[in-house]
């Protein structure tokens, strides 16, 4: 299979802090890759690097075929836009937005037309489930619907790769499971997804393969 992202010993210093001590780390197209590992460990630090939202301090990191280091400020948060989705444990919507117009904020920013994002949001909450929901407000919804209309804005882009930090941690049992079967059933019709999570049920069920992190290195490759 192809490679989507490649990390070469990436490192990442804050301050006297090693947050990445040299990771090097390849994610296949269509791969499902779960890391886990203490927290303190640099799971979040490596999740932001991969998304471009920070610069490693040394080693690089190509993403089909580009090294995001050569990438100015602007250019990257394009990068970002377009092809990555993020799903957050604590969801990171807007409150003073309806749920559909959460979603349709970010095609929005990439210059989508308003009926093209409006329709391509609504498809997408009907395919999670939430259609009825479109026009709550986050704060009336639930954490399972949240989370849904969490993925339906990190999915709106189309990206390359789906990242999630604990996307089951901030949620219910029920609520988790259904957002499991979600990134499942992504990942099996082509998602690339990366995941760092405490949730062993969600790594077990949903990762191609699971990296056990330990002092911003990968220590282990589970499986
Ligand atoms: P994890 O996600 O595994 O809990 P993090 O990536 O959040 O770990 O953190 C790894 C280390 O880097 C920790 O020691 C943390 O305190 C430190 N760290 C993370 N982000 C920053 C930052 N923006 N400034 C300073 N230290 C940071």
Redesign the pocket.
């Known amino acids: 299979m192809e490679h989507l992202v490649q990390l070469t010993d990436v490192r ?1 210093e ?2 006297d ?4 001590a040299g990771v090097t780390l390849d994610i296949r197209q269509g791969e499902a890759v779960a890391v886990m ?12 690097m991969v998304a471009g939202l ?1 610069r490693p301090t040394s080693g690089t990191i190509v993403f089909q075929g580009e090294d995001l280091s050569t990438l100015s400020e602007t250019a990257l948060a394009k990068f970002r836009r377009r092809r990555i989705g993020m799903v957050f444990q604590f969801f990171n919507l807007l409150d003073d937005l309806p749920a559909l117009e959460n979603v349709i904020l970010v095609a929005q920013l990439i210059g989508t037309p308003r009926k093209q994002a409006q329709a391509r949001a609504m498809e997408l909450f009907e395919e999670l489930g939430i259609a009825d929901r479109r026009n709550a407000y986050p704060a009336v919804l639930s954490g399972g619907e949240r989370q849904r209309v969490g993925v339906a804005r990190a999915l709106m882009n189309r990206p390359s790769l789906l990242l999630a ?1 604990e996307p089951t941690g901030a949620l219910d049992s029920r609520s988790g499971e259904q957002v499991m079967d979600l990134l499942q059933d992504l990942n099996q019709i082509g998602q690339t997804l990366l995941m ?1 999570t405490h949730d062993e049920k969600l790594a077990s069920r949903c990762a191609d393969r699971v990296i056990e ?1 330990a002092d ?1 290195r990968v220590t282990e490759a589970v499986r």
């Open positions: 990442k804050y301050g802090t090693t947050a990445l590992g203490p927290s303190g460990s640099g799971k979040s630090t490596l999740l932001n920070d930090d760092v992190f911003g």
